[in-house]
């Protein structure tokens, strides 16, 4: 992260400063107790948010630091702490007042690391305080590479193939498997020997109940029992479709014998006529009645008219006008009607006579109609029991030959035998899982003991991350015996890992390793800002902060010097501080770098 401005006021020994970037490398100069110290504590506790509030001068009712810093994308972000003696501490981000955890989640995103990282690459004692294990941990959060999947198996000759198949069947790259991948490889396969255990006791349980009941297991197998029970309840089926057929024919003989006593006796009635040609017959008659009829009515129609007619000319009056007196003779007229009227009703006596006798006819023939319809009904009620009989005849004596075969025995209790065989089945059952349990119990056993050292493999201390680790440790060493040479301190560092990471300390060209406490308070910063390089370097922190260097010999100084201001050095930071008491040695050394370093005094 880049700096732009940081102004810190009531703050330790500070009253008010405010500085504003122009190198890379800012040199804090002064007496002790002018600040140096209050800068970096200052600028430390502005971005993790670390706060204690002895902090604050005496006499001040606050404290307040702002660092104005570019992000990622080159924005400008604003950082306001304001740390009041008495009240709560107050976080503004861009000029808005947030919450303090929000605040630093948000600071932490611009670092790219976690606050708890951070402290680790800016602080100057990190190798008095951080554990072996705890530096192995950072190493191995930010080791970069990337391998194969054939590479990782041949960290561990020892695996055997199905050990390896299961591995592959969790990584879903072959081609580039990174540490974050080994971890969540490693937590994949503590979930799966979690259930693996888990099934482990299930069956183990299993197997026990099993023995503690003392079941007894039948040597005959499962389909042996599933033959001899279908065969069971085959000869069951048998026995009650028999019962049933029994059954069946004593009701069949009862409508027989039912039937042939109905029947007896009883025969057919034989007709000359069907019924339906007696009843065309009648229809006809009625067609042949219908035309006298209305002959006769026709017939009976004139003759009224003509005596209406005969009546009318026996009158005087004219017909059409009754004041007209008619003096005409009529009578020949008269005369001749009368005839035809005589002649109209000797006709009709002749109709009503046919009509009559066709009415005769038809009443007897519907009467015989009637006999002929009864006499059917009942040919065919009787044809139809007739030809019931016979069929119920042939069914009986069908289903008589098929009684009348095999015989099952009464006596046999098919359910009874059907239980028994079905308790063998279950006996059977249960004993050929109990053998399904054992030998599960032996594969889970197995795959729990791959899978222990899979996890062995690749936890944070096995093999896997080992193997990364010391591929990087010699890189760090090789760094390190650079950086040692060009600074020319007359010691050797060599990291190790121990229960994790730990370094030596050796006098140059010697086998002599030194403790932390024989070295001097120079050579404990020396160490202390080459391992904070190399975390830089992997962490990509980009900040360095070096307080008290002082304690430096002027050659190393120098050769310090030299080293930060160096642009293959300088690539891998934004800004580095550093604070010293300045002797006339320190001045001289420093003057020749008035171009590339920023001194606050």
Not at 465 to 470: G, N, Q
Not at 473 to 493: D, E, M, V, Y
Not at 532 to 556: E, W, Y
Not at 564 to 571: D, L, W
């Given at each position: 992260?880049i700096?732009?401005?940081?102004?810190?006021e009531?703050?330790?020994a500070?009253?008010?400063?405010?500085?504003?970037?122009?190198?890379?490398?800012?040199?804090?100069?002064?007496?002790?107790g002018?600040?140096?110290?209050?800068?970096?504590?200052?600028?430390?506790?502005?971005?993790t948010?670390?706060?204690d509030?002895?902090?604050?001068?005496?006499?001040?009712e606050?404290?307040?630091?702002?660092?104005e810093?570019?992000?990622?994308d080159?924005?400008?972000?604003?950082?306001?702490?304001?740390?009041?003696?008495?009240?709560?501490?107050?976080l503004?981000?861009?000029?808005k007042?947030?919450?303090?955890?929000?605040?630093?989640?948000?600071?932490?995103?611009?670092m790219?690391?976690?606050i708890s990282?951070?402290?680790?690459?800016t602080?100057s004692?990190?190798?008095?305080?951080l554990k072996?294990?705890?530096?192995?941990?950072?190493l191995?959060?930010?080791i970069p590479?990337?391998?194969?999947?054939?590479?990782?198996?041949?960290?561990?000759p020892?695996?055997?193939?199905?050990?390896?198949n299961?591995?592959?069947?969790?990584?879903k790259?072959?081609?580039?498997?990174t540490?974050p991948?080994?971890?969540?490889?490693?937590?994949q396969?503590?979930?799966l020997d979690?259930?693996?255990?888990r099934?482990?006791?299930?069956?183990e349980?299993?197997i026990?109940?099993?023995?503690?009941e003392h079941?007894g297991?039948?040597?005959?197998?499962?389909?042996v029992?599933?033959?001899?029970?279908?065969?069971t309840?085959?000869?069951?089926?048998?026995?009650?479709?028999?019962?049933?057929?029994?059954?069946?024919?004593?009701?069949?003989?009862?409508?027989?014998?039912?039937?042939?006593?109905?029947?007896?006796?009883?025969?057919l009635?034989?007709?000359?006529?069907?019924?339906?040609?007696?009843?065309?017959?009648?229809?006809?008659l009625?067609?042949?009645?219908?035309?006298?009829?209305?002959?006769?009515?026709?017939?009976?129609n004139?003759?009224?008219?003509?005596?209406?007619?005969?009546?009318?000319m026996?009158?005087?009056?004219?017909p059409?006008?009754?004041?007209?007196?008619?003096?005409?003779?009529k009578?020949?007229?008269?005369?001749?009607?009368?005839?035809?009227?005589?002649?109209?009703?000797?006709?009709n006596?002749?109709?009503?006579?046919?009509?009559e006798?066709?009415?005769?006819?038809?009443?007897?023939y519907?009467?015989?109609?009637?006999?002929?319809?009864?006499?059917?009904?009942?040919?065919?009620e009787?044809?139809?029991?007739?030809?019931?009989l016979?069929?119920h005849?042939k069914?009986?004596?069908?289903?008589?030959?098929?009684?009348?075969?095999?015989?099952?025995s009464e006596?046999?209790?098919?359910?009874a035998?059907?239980?028994?065989?079905?308790?063998?089945?279950?006996?059977?059952?249960?004993?050929?899982q109990?053998l399904?349990s054992?030998?599960?119990?032996?594969?889970?056993?197995?795959?729990?003991?791959?899978?222990?050292?899979?996890?062995?493999?690749?936890?944070?201390?096995?093999?896997?991350?080992?193997?990364i680790?010391?591929?990087?440790?010699?890189?760090?060493n090789?760094?390190?015996a650079?950086?040692?040479?060009?600074?020319?301190?007359?010691?050797n560092?060599?990291?190790?890992?121990?229960?994790?990471?730990?370094?030596r300390?050796?006098?140059?060209?010697?086998?002599?390793?030194l403790?932390?406490?024989?070295?001097?308070?120079?050579?404990?910063k020396?160490?202390?800002?080459?391992?904070?390089?190399?975390?830089?370097?992997?962490?990509?922190?980009?900040?360095?902060?070096?307080?008290?260097?002082?304690?430096?010999?002027?050659?190393?100084?120098?050769?310090?010097?030299?080293?930060?201001?160096?642009?293959?050095f300088q690539?891998?930071y934004?800004?580095?501080?550093?604070?010293t008491?300045?002797?006339?040695?320190f001045?001289?050394?420093?003057?020749?770098?008035?171009?590339?370093?920023?001194?606050?005094?």
């Amino acid at each position: 992260m880049i700096f732009t401005k940081i102004g810190i006021e009531n703050y330790r020994a500070i009253d008010h400063l405010e500085y504003e970037p122009q190198n890379r490398i800012a040199c804090l100069s002064g007496p002790n107790g002018r600040g140096k110290s209050s800068f970096f504590s200052a600028l430390y506790t502005g971005l993790t948010g670390n706060i204690d509030k002895t902090n604050v001068q005496n006499g001040k009712e606050y404290a307040e630091i702002q660092i104005e810093t570019l992000d990622r994308d080159q924005n400008m972000v604003s950082i306001l702490r304001k740390i009041p003696r008495q009240k709560p501490n107050q976080l503004k981000i861009n000029g808005k007042t947030t919450k303090i955890a929000d605040g630093n989640q948000f600071i932490s995103s611009i670092m790219n690391m976690p606050i708890s990282d951070f402290q680790i690459v800016t602080s100057s004692d990190v190798m008095t305080h951080l554990k072996p294990r705890e530096f192995s941990d950072f190493l191995v959060k930010y080791i970069p590479e990337k391998l194969n999947l054939d590479q990782l198996l041949k960290f561990d000759p020892t695996l055997v193939e199905a050990e390896k198949n299961l591995l592959r069947a969790q990584v879903k790259d072959q081609n580039e498997i990174t540490i974050p991948d080994i971890k969540n490889i490693y937590k994949q396969f503590r979930d799966l020997d979690l259930s693996t255990k888990r099934e482990i006791e299930r069956l183990e349980a299993l197997i026990q109940t099993y023995i503690q009941e003392h079941h007894g297991a039948t040597t005959r197998t499962q389909e042996v029992i599933q033959a001899d029970l279908s065969k069971t309840s085959n000869l069951e089926a048998q026995y009650l479709a028999a019962e049933k057929r029994k059954k069946t024919n004593q009701q069949l003989l009862q409508i027989i014998q039912s039937l042939q006593t109905e029947l007896q006796g009883k025969k057919l009635v034989e007709l000359k006529y069907k019924s339906q040609d007696i009843y065309h017959y009648v229809q006809q008659l009625y067609n042949y009645k219908r035309p006298m009829e209305s002959q006769l009515r026709i017939n009976d129609n004139t003759i009224q008219k003509m005596n209406q007619y005969i009546a009318s000319m026996q009158k005087s009056q004219c017909p059409l006008h009754q004041d007209i007196v008619c003096q005409t003779d009529k009578s020949a007229v008269i005369r001749e009607m009368q005839n035809t009227i005589q002649s109209l009703q000797q006709n009709n006596l002749v109709i009503q006579s046919n009509i009559e006798k066709t009415e005769k006819t038809i009443t007897e023939y519907e009467a015989y109609y009637q006999k002929l319809l009864e006499a059917e009904k009942y040919n065919q009620e009787l044809s139809l029991k007739q030809n019931q009989l016979e069929e119920h005849k042939k069914v009986y004596q069908a289903s008589v030959q098929e009684t009348n075969g095999p015989k099952i025995s009464e006596n046999c209790d098919f359910k009874a035998k059907k239980d028994a065989l079905m308790m063998e089945f279950q006996e059977r059952l249960k004993y050929e899982q109990h053998l399904q349990s054992q030998n599960n119990l032996k594969k889970q056993k197995e795959l729990h003991e791959y899978y222990q050292k899979l996890i062995k493999f690749l936890a944070m201390d096995g093999i896997a991350i080992e193997k990364i680790t010391e591929y990087y440790l010699n890189l760090f060493n090789q760094t390190i015996a650079a950086r040692i040479q060009l600074l020319n301190i007359g010691l050797n560092i060599q990291f190790v890992l121990d229960d994790g990471i730990s370094y030596r300390v050796y006098k140059q060209g010697t086998n002599e390793c030194l403790e932390y406490e024989q070295l001097s308070t120079g050579e404990k910063k020396i160490i202390a800002f080459l391992i904070l390089d190399l975390l830089n370097i992997l962490s990509g922190a980009r900040l360095m902060f070096l307080d008290d260097l002082n304690d430096l010999d002027v050659q190393t100084f120098e050769h310090f010097i030299q080293m930060i201001t160096n642009p293959e050095f300088q690539k891998y930071y934004d800004h580095i501080f550093i604070g010293t008491v300045l002797n006339s040695d320190f001045r001289n050394v420093l003057s020749n770098y008035q171009n590339c370093i920023d001194f606050i005094y």
